[in-house]
């Protein structure tokens, strides 16, 4: 094997430059996700609310996923990226205006909350398109023999984008008000439009272009549940978020629990995502190749024991740290997950593979926050993240002793493979 450059993908002026729209597009999202959550619980001062916002977004994201995948392996990535940014940009604002105050004047509150999900439901939609579409592209931009290090790369700006993002956004909420936050978000997804098409156009590597959809939809399933490696982590991953989802409850944890306030609340939700960057700038260095199934177990457990102390915790502090170390672990789930698929995925099933992988776990995000929402109502916003993490750990322990194949996973063997191909 050749020596490991930890600086490989970035080597190719296309690949900055993707990274760059997509910093701009997830700082925008996270952002605009964070400030209309303290919008809403402003607004109703009940966390199922919070919940709604979750369940609002997976439905559509969720039911689109798999016509989705079908439609970006039909299509040119860059200029269907190019649309679905359009569609986000609208999104955005729209926000802006229901957020500005000849709205909040006119309108009633509940009339204001309505549109709010309305266009969170939009938003979800444009989910489903938006993870094939960048994991596909990404695909076109780097050789394959460096498909670890580009997803190493991708990963940690996604989780950058996220640190600045969703911290920025408590302090823009003090600093200049949730209307003017949005217009930022506005502004930082127009960028990412523009930046985009410095980005040439990539050729179609599907085969059979005008595939009946059914035809196209069973085969990337087929594919996604004949591969244990790529099935075991997707199911791994989407139990852990489903049941790990506590930051959907910060905002409850900072305005009622830890009394700190919108800076306490950037830094909270900021913290899991400062964690999960600084370990995969490390894993850049730091190759987690070899034995990757069971260090992805004992990731996700260790995200789940953060999970219940930050459930636990009443001392703002500990529950910095809980969130900082639950992020560490994540990330190293993060980037052998994608790698995984990555190596795994054929070119001509990107689309599809990683439309399954946003209903694994891409989806279950929102879906974790609506079950983290349900649960406080029930039970209580602590108990209800300690039950979570709890789930997590029992899952992790279940699949350690039923799949001894996942297990045994190595990723070595696949990656020098794909060297010696080319060169």
Not at 168 to 184: D, K, P, R, T, Y
Not at 296 to 301: G, P, Q, Y
């Amino acid at each position: 094997m050749q020596k490991k450059d930890p600086y490989a993908a970035l080597r190719y002026r296309e690949f900055n430059i993707f990274l760059l729209v997509r910093f701009a597009l997830i700082f925008g999202w996270s952002m605009q996700f964070i400030v209309i959550e303290w919008q809403v619980y402003a607004l109703t001062k009940d966390p199922l609310s919070l919940g709604l916002i979750g369940l609002f977004e997976f439905a559509p994201a969720f039911l689109m996923a798999l016509f989705a995948g079908h439609i970006v392996d039909q299509r040119e990535k860059r200029n269907l990226l190019a649309l679905c940014i359009a569609a986000f940009s609208l999104i955005s604002f729209g926000l802006f205006w229901l957020t500005s105050q000849s709205v909040i004047e006119a309108w009633s509150k509940n009339s204001i909350l309505y549109s709010i999900y309305a266009l969170v439901f939009f938003g979800g939609f444009l989910r489903a398109f938006f993870g094939p579409t960048i994991f596909s592209l990404v695909a076109l931009i780097v050789p394959k023999k460096i498909y670890p290090n580009a997803a190493t790369w991708n990963s940690s700006t996604w989780q950058m984008a996220r640190v600045l993002g969703v911290g920025f956004a408590g302090f823009s909420i003090s600093w200049i008000g949730v209307h003017w936050s949005l217009c930022v978000v506005f502004g930082l997804v127009v960028f990412s439009f523009i930046m985009l098409f410095q980005i040439p156009k990539k050729p179609i590597l599907n085969p059979k272009i005008g595939e009946n959809i059914v035809s196209s939809l069973t085969e990337g399933l087929s594919f996604v549940f004949k591969t244990k490696a790529v099935l075991g982590a997707l199911t791994l991953d989407m139990v852990s978020v489903l049941f790990g989802g506590a930051i959907a409850l910060a905002a409850v944890f900072a305005q009622d629990i830890l009394k700190v306030g919108p800076q306490g609340f950037g830094v909270l939700v900021a913290a899991p995502s400062v964690g999960a960057f600084l370990t995969m700038l490390v894993t850049a260095y730091i190759p987690i190749s070899k034995n990757a199934g069971m260090k992805l177990l004992v990731a996700i457990f260790g995200f789940g024991v953060c999970i219940i102390v930050f459930g636990l915790s009443s001392v703002f502090w500990i529950s910095v740290v809980a969130l900082f170390f639950s992020g560490v672990t994540d990330g190293v789930s993060m980037v052998i997950r994608q790698t995984i698929l990555q190596i795994k995925t054929p070119d001509h099933m990107r689309g599809r593979v990683s439309s399954v992988n946003s209903m694994f776990v891409g989806s279950s995000n929102e879906l974790g926050a609506l079950e983290s929402g349900l649960t406080a109502k029930l039970m209580g916003t602590a108990t209800a993240v300690v039950f979570g993490g709890t789930m997590t750990l029992i899952t992790v322990v279940t699949t350690a002793l039923v799949s001894p194949t996942f297990r045994k996973l190595d990723l070595t063997k696949d990656i020098e493979a794909h060297e010696r191909e080319e060169g």
